[in-house]
């Protein structure tokens, strides 16, 4: 099954990328690539079918070299499509790359734009969208420096091309990498100034910005609230018919219910994102709602499909080097080892999710495992140890506006100290 979800992505890839070139390059460049794709594996296969290795085997790289060569195809392009069309093809292809997850290339290609149009200020939005593009990847990898690096460019490029959307997007992202980090004030600081901008003339990120004030007011505790944002969010992305855009909502509609307990409208939801995000092979959406799928059936006491899914969920992450998904997937591992009496190994985890969490200062996820470590310590009967990870998960929850959880982790602090 695996192999078939592999094959079955790839060709996907390769048809979007085919049909992306043909908006791009002439018939007579499109034919050369085609004719590289058909020639070029062949040929490399003749020549390693003379080279054997010690075990007389054939020293050869199915991978390389039936791959598509995407490298091969930005050379060709690179000649012969007009400098004004070719950055704005780069920037495509690395958003089609980040969308399968695959986000070395993806940053590698936007580094290409960067170089391409080093000193040329004719080209300042598609700089800009470079900029913007990688600092997403970033920001997935909780490299927060990087990724606040790029939006401050991307800002000054988009204004120096008067291009307000973008500005419009570069506050989007700001206010996603500060929600990401926990910081929430300043998350609805900056989503607000993009709605400002949006609001009236851009239904999709008018849409997307509220779609991410529900998620800031998710994390406050105002599940009616973020219903509401979502729900408003919903029309607008399906009249545009946005499936990228879809499996998100549905994600965050499944979040808020597990937040309120009703766990099967959650799954539910979590079924319905991942309905659209594997239509296009979004893998770090699939890898959300996996994780979404197996907190619900951690909290319905079902313990074997939980582990089912978050393995599947830490699958993807590695393949992303997402850092923060990677700690929550120890986190609801910590969880699940702590409910079926496997202490030791669930202290592990959740230690582990804690590390992760501090050393990409998220407070929100930091707040989480620790309060989960708290809860392990209180059911071992170690009161003093339960005390303290109370109190910082208290003040983490604190710092990340996470009103609820505050009000919850003071409830078992106030037990555990009786």
């Known amino acids: 099954m695996q192999s078939y979800n592999n094959n079955s992505k790839q060709i996907k890839f390769e048809e979007e990328l085919s049909n992306l070139l043909t908006r791009y390059c002439s018939d007579s460049l499109v034919r050369r690539i085609q004719s590289d794709k058909k020639e070029i594996p062949i040929i490399e296969k003749r020549i390693h079918q003379t080279s054997k290795d010690q075990n007389g085997h054939t020293n050869i790289n199915e991978d390389l070299i039936y791959g598509f060569h995407l490298d091969t195809i930005i050379a060709r392009c690179e000649d012969e499509v007009s400098p004004p069309e070719y950055p704005a093809l780069l920037n495509e292809i690395g958003s ?34 470079a900029l913007l ?21 991307s800002k000054q490029n988009f204004f120096d091309a008067r291009y307000d959307d973008g500005i419009g997007y570069v506050e989007n992202s700001l206010g996603i990498l500060y ?8 998350a609805i600081h900056h989503w607000k100034n993009a709605h400002a901008i949006f609001e009236d003339v851009n239904d999709e990120m008018t849409a997307a910005v509220l779609m991410s004030l529900g998620i800031a007011t998710n994390i406050a505790g105002e599940w009616n609230e973020a219903l509401s944002y979502y729900q408003r969010a919903l029309p607008k992305f399906e009249q545009i018919g946005s499936m990228s855009r879809l499996a998100e909502l549905h994600h965050n509609i499944g979040m808020t219910f597990l937040s309120k307990g009703n766990i099967e409208s959650a799954i539910n939801q979590f079924d319905e994102s991942l309905s659209y995000s594997g239509q296009q092979f979004y893998q770090s959406l699939m890898g959300l709602s996996y994780l979404g799928k197996a907190d619900a059936y951690v909290r319905k006491g079902d313990y074997s499909t939980s582990m089912l899914f978050v393995q599947n969920a830490l699958d993807v992450f590695r393949k992303l080097n997402d850092h923060l998904s990677i700690a929550d997937t120890y986190k609801i591992k910590g969880v699940i080892h702590r409910e079926t009496e496997n202490a030791e190994i669930a202290e592990v985890y959740l230690k582990t999710s804690i590390r992760l969490n501090e050393l990409y200062q998220c407070a929100l996820g930091l707040a989480e495992s620790l309060y989960e470590l708290g809860i392990l310590y209180k059911q071992r009967s170690e009161k003093e140890k339960a005390i303290h990870v109370f109190k910082k998960a208290l003040e983490n929850f604190q710092k990340a506006g ?3 959880n505050e009000k919850v982790v003071r409830e078992d602090l106030a037990s555990t100290l009786e």
Do not use: P
């Not at 593009?133 to 460019?153: G, V």
């Not at 929600?179 to 300043?186: C, F, N, Q, V």
């Open 96 to 129: 089609l790359c980040k969308r399968f997850g695959k986000y070395e290339k993806a940053k590698e290609i936007y580094h290409r734009v960067l170089l391409s149009l080093n000193g040329d200020t004719r080209y300042a939005k598609q700089k800009g969208i």
């Open 133 to 153: 593009r990688r600092s997403e990847i970033f920001i997935r990898q909780a490299e927060w420096e990087f990724a606040l690096a790029d939006l401050k460019l």
């Open 179 to 186: 929600a990401e980090k926990g910081e929430l004030k300043k």
């Open 402 to 404: 996470a009103y609820h």
